[in-house]
């Protein structure tokens, strides 16, 4: 069977962090510190309106030397953002990543939000189901050789 988003949603449980467009980005930058995350979604009523990452951080605050205090999340957050449905292969999410060249996904399914994965989320359950394959010939060859 192959893994789909919907394994990796199911094994994370975590909670979507996410800030309003107003929210400074310093805070936004803490929260990310606090729960040890690489992005927040940012969120107005209920509407996805974008994504902040630590990559917008680095190339849109700290090389335009910008104050981190007195910006908006919502004057450097990324607003055109690719996202994946749980059904969507390992695979497909990587080479979704690798075009857009983002590093995290919203996952939706009927418009609805159920989380969000990163490069690491794909690239840990990949190494996790090749390790299980590996497993499987070995144990395979072992078994039928010498009948």
């Given at each position: 069977?192959?893994?789909?988003?919907?394994?990796?949603?199911?094994e994370?449980?975590?909670?979507?962090?996410?800030?309003?467009?107003?929210?400074?980005?310093?805070?936004?930058?803490?929260l990310?510190?606090?729960?040890?995350i690489?992005?927040?979604?940012?969120?107005?009523?209920?509407?996805l309106?974008g994504i902040f990452?630590?990559?917008?951080?680095m190339?849109?605050?700290?090389?335009?030397?910008?104050?981190?205090?007195?910006?908006?999340?919502?004057?450097?957050?990324?607003?055109?953002?690719?996202?994946?449905?749980?059904?969507t292969?390992?695979?497909?999410g990587?080479?979704?990543?690798n075009?857009?060249?983002?590093?995290?996904?919203?996952?939706?399914?009927?418009?609805?939000?159920?989380?969000?994965?990163?490069?690491?989320?794909?690239?840990?359950?990949?190494?996790?189901d090749?390790?299980?394959?590996?497993?499987?010939?070995?144990?395979?060859?072992a078994?039928?050789?010498?009948?």
């Amino acid at each position: 069977m192959e893994t789909k988003v919907a394994d990796i949603l199911e094994e994370k449980k975590q909670e979507v962090f996410s800030v309003t467009p107003d929210t400074m980005v310093f805070d936004a930058i803490k929260l990310m510190v606090e729960k040890n995350i690489g992005a927040v979604l940012v969120v107005n009523e209920n509407r996805l309106e974008g994504i902040f990452t630590e990559r917008d951080y680095m190339k849109k605050i700290i090389l335009k030397g910008i104050a981190s205090k007195e910006t908006p999340v919502k004057d450097v957050m990324t607003k055109k953002m690719a996202y994946i449905s749980p059904d969507t292969s390992l695979e497909e999410g990587l080479a979704i990543m690798n075009e857009k060249k983002c590093r995290h996904l919203p996952v939706f399914e009927n418009k609805e939000l159920l989380g969000v994965i990163s490069i690491g989320d794909l690239g840990r359950r990949i190494i996790i189901d090749q390790k299980i394959t590996i497993n499987n010939l070995n144990e395979y060859i072992a078994g039928n050789w010498g009948q």
